[in-house]
């Protein structure tokens, strides 16, 4: 059985407790910034729909911060269990963003609990809106910190290994490694477009079902234009993450795009299948843009998978990842695009429930691309765990158990997950939009 290989169990928890922590750590470093923007525009143009929204995603956002501290101590935990030789090896230098990371989080937590209590406490609005700065700055923060150690395992340095063992080392040479400028502003920028997209499919959501009041129109019109800035903000960071790719993993990128012999002026392949001779075959090719990804330059010369040994090739199923988030993310650019320009020019089928529909298929496509994105730096990485010096095999633990724990740990999430659904429906059922708006205007609810 499977389970019974302690390196292959434990591949599988983390990429469980990977992707199912992705979505409440991008929530997490999301949702303040949307609050921020949102309580700003109430602020600026004195108009009660943005005020409720900030107040109501603050509201729901304590929920899934709670979840979040879950999983997150969960990894914490389980990279020491079940990756000990690399902690032994990488936490002798890698741990001071750890620490700063927890640090953050807790500078996050401080401030978004001293701003959940003062609502209504304050004359000057604006003094309330000051204590949003630092919730949101301790939510990219703690993503800036978490990402480093990742971008370290993708690109170690800051030490020289002697025998073995782990000398000279240097903190900060660790933390700005070549693939942390990529890593960190790629993790920000999705973030941000992922939970612009999710609350626009909630506000088109509750407009197809009936509801025509103005707190969805206008919190459907405010998320769609800052998830179009970020998903093109995205694309452009993308592009610089393939260029990094092409210079210092060239391995990863190959197998993402299945090419396989080194050439110049190469395509890039969307879509398709291998067969056993691992011929591409039902491809959509794009001349010469593989090229222009790896270099900007349509006739420089990628290096094929071939070039590199078998045993230090990356699993081709990537391809798929790569292709997922790529299409998704160009779906979302042009669906968010046509949103502004037709409410600028007031096309009439923006505003019809099958164009609404899109827009609420947009949001768990736009977590789709984020789990995609992370399957394909995680998998790609592969077979190295701390690239060009420990492999995945040599860094897992040896416990006959860690089947049986993938088993538990599945159904916490399960109950976690449905749990969150559960109490931010009865949170915002209780207390719809209505009966919010006319507390806070003392009158109509319109």
């Known amino acids: 059985m499977l389970f019974d290989d302690p390196v292959y169990a434990s591949r599988l928890l983390t990429l469980?407790?990977?992707?199912?922590?992705?979505?409440?750590?991008?929530?997490?470093?999301?949702?303040?910034?949307?609050?921020?923007?949102?309580?700003?525009?109430?602020?600026?143009?004195?108009?009660?729909?943005?005020?409720?929204?900030?107040?109501r995603?603050?509201?729901?956002?304590?929920v899934t911060v709670a979840v979040g501290v879950v999983t997150g101590t969960i990894i914490g935990l389980q990279l020491s269990l079940l990756w000990p030789r690399f902690m032994e090896l990488a936490g002798n230098i890698i741990a001071l963003p750890l620490f700063m990371e927890v640090f953050a989080f807790f500078f996050e937590a401080i401030f978004l609990g001293i701003y959940l209590y003062t609502w209504d406490r304050f004359d000057n609005p604006k003094k309330h809106f000051l204590l949003l700065i630092p919730v949101a700055l301790g939510a990219g923060m703690s993503a800036f910190f978490i990402t480093i150690v990742n971008s370290f395992m993708n690109s170690p340095g800051g030490f020289d290994i002697v025998n073995g063992q782990l000398m000279n080392a240097n903190p900060l040479a660790a933390m700005f490694t070549a693939s942390m400028?990529?890593?960190?502003?790629?993790?920000?920028?999705?973030?941000?477009?992922?939970?612009?997209?999710?609350?626009?499919?909630?506000?088109?959501?509750?407009?197809?079902?009936?509801?025509?009041?103005?707190?969805?129109?206008?919190?459907?019109?405010?998320?769609?234009?800052?998830?179009?800035?970020?998903?093109?903000?995205?694309?452009?960071?993308?592009?610089?993450?393939?260029?990094?790719?092409?210079?210092?993993?060239?391995?990863?990128?190959?197998?993402?795009?299945?090419?396989?012999?080194?050439?110049?002026?190469?395509?890039?392949?969307?879509?398709?299948?291998?067969?056993?001779?691992?011929?591409?075959?039902?491809?959509?090719?794009?001349?010469?843009?593989?090229?222009?990804?790896?270099?900007?330059?349509?006739?420089?010369?990628?290096i094929g998978l071939n070039e590199f040994p078998v045993e230090e090739q990356p699993p081709l199923v990537i391809h798929y990842f790569f292709d997922t988030m790529v299409t998704i993310g160009g779906f979302m650019i042009f669906l968010s695009l046509v949103y502004w320009i037709g409410i600028k020019r007031s096309w009439p089928f923006v505003k019809a429930n099958w164009y609404r529909w899109l827009i609420v298929l947009g949001g768990p496509l736009s977590f789709l691309a984020i789990e995609a994105g992370w399957w394909m730096a995680e998998v790609g990485r592969q077979p190295w765990i701390l690239r060009g010096i420990m492999t995945v095999d040599q860094a897992a633990t040896t416990s006959e158990y860690v089947g049986h724990m993938f088993i538990l740990f599945a159904g916490l999430y399960l109950v976690l997950g449905i749990?969150?659904?559960?109490?931010?429906?009865?949170?915002?059922?209780?207390?719809?939009?209505?009966?919010?708006?006319?507390?806070?205007?003392?009158?109509?609810p319109s």
Do not use: C
Not at 57 to 62: C, E
Not at 222 to 248: C, N, P, Q, R, W
């Open 57 to 62: 995603w603050a509201k729901g956002f304590v």
């Open 419 to 444: 749990g969150t659904v559960v109490v931010l429906r009865r949170i915002f059922k209780n207390d719809p939009v209505e009966k919010e708006l006319e507390k806070m205007q003392g009158g109509d």
């Open 181 to 302: 400028p990529t890593k960190v502003s790629h993790v920000l920028a999705t973030a941000y477009m992922t939970v612009a997209f999710m609350l626009a499919a909630i506000a088109a959501f509750k407009l197809i079902k009936g509801s025509n009041h103005e707190y969805h129109k206008k919190a459907l019109y405010m998320t769609m234009k800052v998830g179009l800035v970020f998903a093109i903000a995205t694309a452009l960071i993308g592009d610089l993450s393939g260029k990094y790719l092409a210079e210092y993993q060239s391995e990863k990128l190959a197998a993402a795009e299945w090419h396989f012999e080194t050439e110049e002026g190469a395509p890039l392949l969307m879509y398709g299948v291998l067969d056993e001779n691992q011929e591409v075959k039902y491809a959509i090719q794009v001349p010469f843009a593989l090229s222009i990804l790896a270099h900007g330059n349509p006739t420089s010369e990628v």
């Open 16 to 55: 469980l407790t990977l992707s199912f922590h992705i979505i409440y750590a991008t929530i997490g470093v999301g949702v303040p910034l949307m609050i921020m923007i949102a309580q700003w525009i109430g602020i600026k143009k004195n108009d009660n729909h943005y005020i409720l929204m900030a107040r």
